[in-house]
Structure formats: C-alpha cells, structure tokens
C-alpha cells in the first residue's frame, strides 16, 4: 500500500496514542476519527484511516472529529437614519399699501388723492359796498352778484373783493383692501378708454397704468 502524507502538526496534538494490541477494543466514538500510524521496516511512517498490513508495525490514533462552528444568529439590519433635509426658510415681508384718501369737495363731488392736504386752494372773500347818491331820486344800475362760492348772501349795494381764504376738501384715509381694488378699478378703466383715445391721450394713459401697475405689484401683492 501506497503510504499516506503525514498530518499536520497541529493535528498530532489532539491524537491518542493507542498500541497495536489495541485493535480489539471497541469502535471509536461517534464524535472521534480513528487513524492508523503505520511503520514500516525502513523506518518510513504514515498515517491511513485503514489497518495496517503484516509489514508494517501499528498504532491506532484517536481524535476528535472536526466540527463547524455553531451558526451565528441571523441579525436584521438597522437601517441607517433618514437624512435630515433642510428646509429653506424664507420671509417675505408685504409692504402695506401706499395711503390714499377720498377727498369730498364743497360741491359734493368726490376724487381720490395720494395724500390728505385736500387741494388746497385759495378763494376770495367778498363784501358789499353802498355808493354814494348825488340826490334824492338818484338811482342806479342794480349791483351785480358776487362770483359763486364767495360765501355771502346777495345784498343791494356793490360787491367787492374782500381778500382771500385758503380752503381745503374733507379727506379721509381709504383702508389697504380698499386702496387695492380702487387701483384696479382705474387700471381696467384706463385699458377701456385706450381704444377710443387720441394718439396723445394714449401716452398719458399709458403712463398712468405703469404707475398703477407698479403700485400693486408692490402693495397689493401682484394682478
């Protein structure tokens, strides 16, 4: 028989020395290998899982049979943590809407205005004279009215310019959601009027619908 390679070194560690005579006893365990040492007249040593033959002297080995190690448990994954997303913060600040007043004339006529002074104005005051006669009997051309709006009532005798008075309309502060749909209004206003306008007019109202455009881009949020 061919002889079999040695096993490693570290594996004579675990071996039991058995004599020849050994043969009879009983099997090996069933956790145990059983090897065959085999010397042979040469000298020559090998080791077999089978017995020996006549020409070669035998010792039985005994080893522990190689085992896998136990399994390890299963381990589920932790899934890494969601990345933490920033969100992008941003402030927007709406500018109230620029002022505007509804003025109320003396005539009862109303208008919008950008700012409460009212169209001041100045208007002459009048008063009455009485010239002198030359004699009884004398008469004269009836005096004439004083201009409308001088704020007296009309008398006999001769109106005169008295001096003057600064007035002012009555002006009151629009609130902001007010201010906005006035805006609009006019803008669709100016659009209506600009089909039938003059070429001349037609830059003026132009004019004027950027501004309102600009005005509620700014204060009224956009159209």
Same mark, same amino acid.
């Given at each position: 028989?061919?002889?079999?390679?040695?096993?490693?070194?570290?594996?004579?560690?675990?071996?039991?020395?058995?004599?020849?005579?050994?043969?009879?006893?009983?099997?090996?365990?069933?956790?145990?290998?059983?090897?065959?040492?085999?010397?042979?007249?040469?000298?020559?040593? &090998?080791?077999?899982?089978?017995?020996? =033959?006549?020409?070669?002297?035998?010792?039985?080995?005994?080893?522990?049979? #190689?085992?896998?190690?136990?399994?390890?448990?299963?381990?589920?994954?932790? #899934?890494?943590?969601?990345?933490?997303?920033?969100?992008?913060?941003?402030?927007?600040?709406?500018?109230?809407?620029?002022?505007?007043?509804?003025?109320?004339? &003396?005539?009862?006529?109303?208008?919008?205005?950008?700012?409460?002074?009212?169209?001041?104005?100045?208007?002459?005051?009048?008063?009455?004279?009485?010239?002198?006669?030359?004699?009884?009997?004398?008469?004269?051309?009836?005096?004439?009215?004083?201009?409308?709006?001088?704020?007296?009532?009309?008398?006999?005798?001769?109106?005169?310019?008295?001096? &003057?008075?600064?007035?002012?309309? &009555?002006? =009151?502060?629009?609130?902001?959601?007010?201010?906005?749909?006035?805006?609009?209004?006019?803008?669709?206003?100016?659009?209506?009027?600009?089909?039938?306008?003059?070429?001349?007019?037609?830059?003026?109202?132009?004019?004027?619908?950027?501004?309102?455009?600009?005005?509620?881009?700014?204060?009224?949020?956009?159209?």
């Amino acid at each position: 028989m061919r002889p079999r390679p040695l096993l490693p070194g570290y594996l004579l560690g675990y071996l039991i020395w058995w004599p020849t005579a050994a043969l009879a006893v009983d099997p090996p365990a069933a956790d145990n290998v059983r090897i065959y040492r085999c010397v042979g007249s040469n000298g020559a040593v &090998s080791l077999q899982d089978a017995p020996c =033959t006549k020409a070669h002297q035998q010792q039985v080995l005994d080893m522990a049979r #190689p085992k896998d190690p136990p399994a390890r448990p299963a381990t589920t994954p932790v #899934p890494a943590p969601p990345p933490v997303i920033q969100r992008e913060v941003r402030v927007v600040t709406v500018q109230p809407p620029q002022p505007m007043y509804e003025c109320v004339t &003396s005539e009862g006529e109303r208008y919008t205005s950008d700012n409460n002074d009212g169209n001041p104005r100045w208007v002459p005051t009048w008063g009455y004279a009485y010239p002198s006669h030359h004699g009884p009997g004398h008469g004269g051309p009836r005096p004439p009215r004083p201009p409308a709006g001088g704020g007296i009532p009309w008398r006999a005798g001769v109106a005169v310019p008295m001096g &003057s008075v600064l007035v002012r309309d &009555s002006c =009151t502060a629009l609130p902001p959601q007010e201010v906005c749909a006035r805006l609009r209004d006019r803008r669709w206003e100016l659009i209506r009027r600009y089909n039938s306008a003059l070429q001349s007019e037609r830059r003026e109202l132009v004019r004027e619908q950027r501004g309102i455009e600009a005005r509620l881009d700014q204060d009224c949020g956009g159209h």
